[in-house]
């Protein structure tokens, strides 16, 4: 499960392993990159970077604004929609619910190897400010509230290296309490609510989530909440 390993071995294809790495680090950057950038962080030459970037833009996954810089394109919305299309059909309805009725950002988040990586997300309808968690956002699966939940309904023989003492003892405790918490541990500022989502199928192992700033909610009702959305995506999906 270890991501780092697995891009220090050599590639199969260099050349897709590369075009690869361009998408995740725009999906990481959330900005525009010039494509010096983009050479600079794939430690490429200009023209490599450039004809990556041509090929990826030729398919739709990438666009470059007016001043020739890169962003993620529209076609990847598509793409990622096809994701766990049947989970993220049921979870939507009940992410859009939590969201409006907590006024917080709700999300879903999927174990993806040695990371957390948020499947669908949806915002309060009526908050003044909340906390964007846009999908395809990834942290490691040792950090926040999410991963908690996930790992604590996974046997540990399930878990990745890297558990140390304290997140073993969070680990329990969302196993004892049905929800894991965090504060600061992936956002400055930003705390979390969590519960797992065990399903069947052959889905990865999830979680329902939400994200705030500086309030004072109880974090077992929240929990209670979460856990309601559960059960109904749970039932929708068969078990």
Known sequence: MATAKARAAAPASQTLSRGIRILELLADVREPLAIDEVARRLEVHRSIAYRL??????????????SGR???????????????HDL????????TAIANELGMTCFLAVLDRDECITLASVEPRHAVASVAQRPGARHSILVGAPSKAILSALPEA???????DRLRADLAAAARDGY????DEVIPTVQAVA????????HRPAAIAVVHV???D???????????????IRESLGG
């Open 53 to 66: 970037v041509r090929t990826l833009e030729d398919h739709g996954l990438i666009t470059r604004d007016s």
């Open 70 to 84: 890169v962003v993620l394109g529209p076609r990847m919305a598509a793409l990622a929609a096809g994701v766990a």
């Open 88 to 95: 993220q059909a049921e979870a939507l309805p009940e992410l």
């Open 158 to 164: 399930e878990w990745p290296s890297g558990v140390g």
């Open 180 to 183: 894991a918490t965090s504060h």
């Open 195 to 202: 519960v797992p989502l065990r399903l069947r199928g052959g």
């Open 214 to 216: 500086g309030r004072g």
């Open 218 to 232: 109880d974090p077992a009702m929240i929990a209670e909440r979460l856990n309601r959305s559960a059960a109904a």
